[in-house]
């Protein structure tokens, strides 16, 4: 019931920088979680950032190795989900995927989410 399309990929040298969208459509609401994972060539899929509207504000986590880099944000009246990514790494190489989920808050665990979408390829050469 939930669709969700990410864009923005590329190839980027060591510290530059590239925004990452994902449209959702479907039966989404406002408080619905949403996330950012990643996933390197040969290793497990990982939690990067998640938004989710609690008590009525919306409320970020990163992954340490992100965070003062990369920032989460949406647009609800959009449907779209941003992921700003600064002073890119070659270690920040990996397929991006765009998450979602029905439950109630944020989570790094993959399990959690209900909706993928296929991902976008970011590759940051050194």
């Known amino acids: 019931q939930v669709q969700l399309v990410e864009s923005g990929g590329g190839l980027v040298q060591a510290g530059g920088s590239l925004r990452l969208s994902c449209v959702a459509s479907?039966?989404?609401?406002?408080?619905?979680?949403m996330a950012w994972f990643r996933q390197a060539l040969g290793k497990e899929r990982e939690f990067v950032a998640g938004?989710?509207?609690?008590?009525?504000?919306?409320?970020?986590t990163y992954t340490d190795s992100v965070k003062g880099r990369f920032t989460i944000s949406r647009d609800i009246g959009k449907n779209t989900m941003y992921l700003e990514m600064n002073s890119l790494k070659p270690e920040d190489t990996a397929v991006y995927y765009c998450?979602?989920?029905?439950?109630?808050?944020?989570?790094?665990?993959?399990?959690?989410?209900?909706?993928w979408g296929q991902g976008t390829q970011v590759t940051v050469s050194s």
């Open positions: 938004v989710a509207r609690i008590l009525g504000i919306e409320s970020t």
């Open positions: 479907g039966r989404t609401t406002t408080t619905t979680p």
């Open positions: 998450a979602a989920a029905t439950r109630y808050g944020t989570s790094r665990t993959a399990d959690y989410y209900d909706y």
